[in-house]
């Protein structure tokens, strides 16, 4: 009987430890919803970006994004991997934003370590800087972002 006294006692400290773990993933999930890239956060995230390079003296050359999402990847938030898995799944959405931009190369600095700071969910997939001629000092960014949003797909597309 003391035995299986120790080993309750030992199954639910275990099941506490795994529900503050459960909390845990709760939030950072909650985190990454809140820093999902939807399409007004895309246009947030352009309108932004715009006055970055205002506020530190550069030029915007280009600054497209591409009308539609692509479907990135999908992924549960459950550790099942099986059909009856339960809870929300995911698709990851990516919204292509490519940028093109000149200044002075502390500008250029200056500007890449405010889209670094800036909080979302955006990957770096391209980058290039180019010396521009004629001894103007001036350089030219070519820069390559996937602004990334996490959708829930619709019941029966699972």
Do not use: W
Not at 8 to 18: Q, Y
Not at 67 to 72: E, S, Y
Not at 96 to 104: A, D, E, I, R
Request: glycine content about 6%; some cysteine; hydrophobic content about 35%.
């Amino acid at each position: 009987m003391t035995s299986e006294i120790e080993d309750s006692a030992k199954k639910v400290e275990r099941s506490a430890e795994l529900a503050a773990q459960l909390a845990r993933l709760g939030e950072k999930l909650a985190e990454f919803e809140k820093e999902a890239m939807s399409k007004k956060n895309v246009e947030s995230f352009r309108e932004e970006v715009t006055a970055m390079v205002r506020d530190t003296q550069c030029t915007m050359l280009k600054n497209n994004t591409l009308p539609d999402a692509q479907r990135f990847q999908e992924f549960a938030d459950s550790a099942k991997q099986d059909e009856s898995a339960k809870g929300p799944k995911y698709e990851i959405m990516g919204h292509p934003l490519s940028l093109t931009v000149k200044g002075t190369q502390s500008a250029i600095v200056e500007l890449t370590d405010r889209i670094q700071a800036r909080k979302g969910l955006v990957q770096l997939q391209s980058y290039a800087l180019k010396q521009s001629n004629g001894g103007n000092n001036l350089t030219t960014l070519d820069i390559g972002l996937l602004l990334l949003d996490l959708v829930k797909p619709k019941e029966g597309n699972n």
